[in-house]
């Protein structure tokens, strides 16, 4: 089935410093990934759509130049957090879907990246 | 934009129970899904469903669409404490944007 590798799965950063996330997609190509953050016990919040080869979407409130978002390939998108300070500390989830795929496929989602912020 | 709303929020029972977890919107889905998620990991696609009153089995839980495509429910059989997790339901609008519902915390007691 349809893998969607996420790395790190989890990293902690000093305040002020930058932080990569990345999402591949193993075996499948996708135009299109998304974003999440997800705070403890809460649902999936969507941050941000990742369109291959052109700028992200980005959900109200959530601040672009901030959570800069690169899909440079139909395999991988990149998060950044930019200039992270504690308030950012969450878990981020990718998912992508197979851009061959039917809406009966669902979504495949990464494992997650749990980012603290010290 | 659309609105998924789960309920209930928190579940606790015992191991051998039957539950039902609902998912209901005011507007229609193309299609939904629903997903189990454990702390720590990502969501994992449980099933989807696209026509409108259609019925999916997957061992001890039985995933309904509602007519209209408004609406879904999640039902357990003999719930098992394999199943504690958070259950997610989302729907599809046009162009590919998933929205979530809040999520069912569920827990089983052996």
């Known amino acids: 089935g349809a893998v969607v590798s996420q790395h790190p799965s989890w990293v902690i950063c000093k305040s002020g410093t930058s932080v990569k996330i990345e999402c591949r997609s193993l075996d499948f190509q996708a135009t299109t990934m998304f974003w999440y953050r997800q705070f403890p016990k809460q649902s999936l919040m969507l941050m941000a759509t990742?369109?291959?080869?052109?700028?992200?979407?980005?959900e109200q409130g959530v601040e672009k130049d901030k959570f800069l978002i690169n899909h440079a390939s139909l395999t991988l998108s990149t998060l950044t957090v930019t200039s992270a300070h504690p308030e950012d500390s969450s878990f981020y989830i990718c998912s992508a879907r197979d851009r061959k795929g039917s809406a009966n496929y669902g979504y495949t989602f990464g494992s997650g990246t749990r980012l603290t912020v010290v | 934009t659309q609105l998924l709303e789960q309920s209930p929020q928190f579940l606790s029972i015992q191991e051998g129970e039957n539950l039902t977890v609902y998912c209901n919107s005011s507007s229609v889905f193309s299609s939904l899904q629903w997903y189990r998620q454990e702390p720590g990991e990502g969501p994992v696609l449980l099933v989807t469903v696209v026509t409108g009153g259609e019925v999916k089995k997957l061992k001890r839980l039985t995933f309904q669409f509602g007519d209209a495509r408004k609406d879904s429910s999640l039902h357990i059989t003999a719930a098992q404490p394999g199943d504690t997790g958070l259950y997610l339901c989302a729907g599809e609008e046009g162009g590919f944007k998933t929205i979530f519902g809040a999520g069912t915390r569920l827990f089983v007691k052996a």
């Open positions: 990742s369109n291959e080869g052109s700028k992200a979407t980005y």
